[in-house]
């Protein structure tokens, strides 16, 4: 007999355990059960909905079939067409091609597989796999059948039938999950799941099992969220509460405006949790715009007031340097220490970035290490060893998605006592997501927008029709010649370096998959050839030969360029002194320039929808109304759906689940684990809402009940078994 941890080379044989084990890195008994069936159907004909590149398995007919010469005469080939009664599709097979006519017999029903393609206007299958649905366990009446992730070398019965061996071998498999949560929750055990998930009899059966199964998920990682909760509840620190008379209450006497109920009461909690001796440990998001940085800076000078110092880390140089200059004017001459007309009890703004010159690199850590920086705002640059503060008391996460665990912690740990955190990030996220993905944090969430913030109208341009193109670069040159200024975004860089270079955009594929077919698509195959992508350069150079545009102030901004010029073009432009900026999404967050009041987004369909959100929150953020047009030359359904929800929207966090519900959920958090898997294979964050928050609640009742789960070793090697360097970092990052 088998237990989960067998080889699977001693069941299977050589060839399929390493077909397996090369391609989706399947090696033991435990790694073929959790290769659940990215889907299931009935015995019905159905050929679905073909997409050209897709590798297809579906129930057919063979309707006809003819074998025919070769126009070379060497050799023949099958023509086959097969159909479910309602769709047709060709089969050919130019190889062996008198063993499949005897294969294939017209009127009986096969399980097909293969790439699919077009030729002469006609979906094809090129010498696809098959198998007669009579050898489908035998009784296909029965049960239904199990579709599996591609692997190549091996078709989906394939794997089904090296499921079923494993399963006639496999001794009843350990349930990690309490007996008493078992029962609670009307669940199948592990054993039972595993084998309904791979071989259902119904439909009811088979959403038992998954639910069983997503279940287990979500336990496993609310009981790892909890324990680090409590881990960080053990933690002592020093209580950097607010000092009476301070540099807070002096910046609240000068604000030129009114915080938004919601700042008054973010704040108050966050200042709450400083003055604690334990590390605050707080997300705070918000909408676009809707003051998150100036709640930050108050927690910034409660640090200060305290006697400590505030670091805030920022992605990027050129939202290090808008961050730098912002919170300088914002602080006026309170943040002036040493310098002439600095206020009597100020504080010092230092930045410091990997690119500065080495004379501004060594006054920066002089004021760093003697304390006399207060604030201290940088990039990546402030985790290098040679970067030391005197008294550590406040971190500041900007767009925490943009990090890994090590650079936290490492910037965490140059702290005398350990600080408090605050991790920002400007992507609203929906209620689920966080509770999961940022669970072991106190969450707060900034939905009001403070007053004077201008509406911003969006509409989508289909570059097929050159007049709206044309019309949309004149309205561009309106709101510049009535004196305001303009962003236009690109996904690439372009220029003679470098043809493909993205600035770290993670593009949106035009091919929409759904739920349960995306993961049928073969990995191993090369994908159609995809019209080119906007450039900075070669757009700026269009831009600048367009007549309604002529005489217009043009640059451009991309993350290639220096240090220095970015921060030079930056500041030109924040003064006026620039019209159009043609940029990449260096400018997505962070920036503000209250002048510019219209946003023009290239090659708009290869952007995610929480990411439009954010560059079109660049515009109307002064006294005008923002404009923010999205060109696209894409038909394909996704992407209309995503663009035409951006234009109907202004709510970021019903954007943000559409986002998730439209893109694999790895992808939108940054989920990675052993192999390029996440151990969230099954569970839904949007879908299994109500399962999540039951899993919290058992979580926190065995944890309360039994911290170390002394009780329940099973789930404490699962537990164990989630938590390595990569989950760990995943658990951080988001």
């Known amino acids: 007999m088998a237990t989960e941890q067998t080889l699977l080379k001693t069941i299977l044989g050589g060839k399929a355990a390493d077909n397996l084990a090369k391609h989706r890195q399947i090696r033991t008994v435990r790694d073929l059960l959790d290769f659940w069936p990215s889907r299931h159907r009935s015995a019905q004909a159905d050929l679905g909905h073909p997409r050209e590149g897709e ?110 061996l494993v399963l006639k071998h496999l001794d009843e498999v350990p349930d990690p999950l309490p007996a008493e949560v078992v029962d609670r929750r009307g669940l199948l055990s592990r054993d039972e799941a595993l084998r309904r998930i791979h071989t259902p009899r119904s439909w009811d059966e088979l959403a038992r099992a998954r639910e069983r199964l997503r279940f287990e998920e979500a336990l496993v990682l609310q009981v790892i969220l909890g324990q680090r909760r409590r881990q960080q509840a ?17 910046f609240d006497e000068r604000l030129p405006f009114t915080l938004t109920a919601g700042q008054e009461e973010v704040s108050a909690q966050i200042l709450t949790d400083m003055a604690r001796d334990t590390p605050m440990h707080r997300l705070l998001q918000g909408e676009v715009g ?20 505030a670091a805030l880390l920022a992605p990027t140089e050129v939202l290090a340097a808008q961050h730098a200059r912002s919170i300088r004017a914002l602080l006026g001459d309170l943040g002036e220490a040493g310098m002439l007309g600095g206020a009597e009890h100020a504080t010092r703004v230092t930045l410091l970035t990997g690119s500065m010159s080495t004379q501004a690199r060594r006054e920066a850590l002089l004021e760093i290490a003697s304390g006399q920086a207060g604030i201290v705002i940088g990039t990546h640059a402030l985790i290098e060893e040679t970067v030391s503060f005197a008294d550590l008391a406040l971190v500041v996460v900007d767009e925490q998605h943009r990090f890994g665990v090590e650079q936290r912690d490492a910037l965490r740990a140059k702290g005398e006592h350990p600080p408090h955190v605050l991790v920002m990030t400007a992507t609203p996220i929906p209620r689920t997501v966080a509770m999961t993905v940022f669970g072991d944090m106190e969450t707060s969430t900034l939905r009001e927008l403070p007053r004077g913030r201008q509406p911003i109208t969006t509409h989508v341009v289909p570059t097929d029709k ?147 959100h954010q560059l079109r929150g660049r515009v109307g953020r002064g006294g005008h109304p923002g404009l923010c047009l ?60 109500d399962l999540i928050i039951a899993a919290r609640e058992d979580a926190g009742a065995l944890l309360a009940a039994d911290p170390d789960l002394t009780a329940h070793p099973l789930l404490a090697a699962e537990v164990e078994s989630w938590v390595d360097a990569e989950q760990a970092a995943y658990l951080e990052k988001g």
């Open 55 to 164: 590798y297809l398995v579906a129930v057919a007919r063979v309707a006809r079939k003819a074998l025919r010469r070769n126009r070379s005469g060497r050799g023949s080939r099958l023509e086959v067409a097969i159909t479910d009664g309602r769709n047709s599709l060709d089969l050919t097979f130019f190889h062996a091609a008198q063993g499949h006519d005897r294969g294939l017999i017209v009127g009986e029903d096969y399980l097909f597989g293969g790439k699919v393609g077009r030729y002469r206007g006609r979906w094809q299958l090129a010498h696809p796999g098959y198998t007669p649905l009579e050898k489908l366990d035998g009784d296909t009446e029965r049960g239904l059948i199990s579709i599996y992730r591609h692997v190549p070398g091996a078709h989906s019965w394939t794997i089904s039938e090296c499921v079923r």
């Open 466 to 612: 050159q007049v709206w193109v044309e019309r949309s670069w004149a309205r561009v040159a309106e709101e510049v010649r009535g004196g305001r200024q303009a962003y236009v975004v690109c996904p690439r860089i372009g220029g003679d370096e470098d043809a493909d270079a993205t600035d770290g955009l993670d593009l949106v594929s035009e091919t929409p998959f759904e739920e349960d077919d995306f993961e049928l698509i073969d990995e191993g195959a090369p994908e159609p050839p995809a019209r080119p992508l906007a450039s900075v350069h070669e757009v700026l150079h269009t831009l600048r030969q367009t007549p309604v545009l002529t005489g217009l102030r043009m640059e451009m901004l991309h993350g290639r360029m220096s240090a220095d010029d970015k921060d030079s073009i930056m500041r030109r432009y924040a003064a006026g002194e620039i019209d159009v900026l043609v940029s990449t999404t260096v400018i997505e967050v962070g920036v503000d320039v209250p002048n510019a009041s219209v946003m023009v987004v290239v090659d708009a369909d290869r952007f995610g929808i929480s990411q439009l």
């Open 630 to 689: 999205l060109l696209t030359a894409s038909e394909a359904p996704s992407a209309q759906e995503r663009l035409g929800a951006l234009a109907q929207s202004s709510d970021g966090f019903e954007l943000a689940r559409l986002d998730l519900s439209q893109r694999r959920e790895g992808d939108v958090l940054g989920v990675r684990q052993h192999g390029g898997h996440s151990q969230l294979q099954h569970l839904s964050l949007l879908r299994d809402e």
């Open 234 to 250: 053990q933690i002592a620190t020093r209580g950097r509460g607010r000092q009476e008379g301070g540099l807070l209450d002096a």
């Open 290 to 309: 809707s003051g998150k940085t100036i709640v930050a800076l108050r927690a910034m000078l409660a640090a200060v007031d305290a006697g400590g110092q």
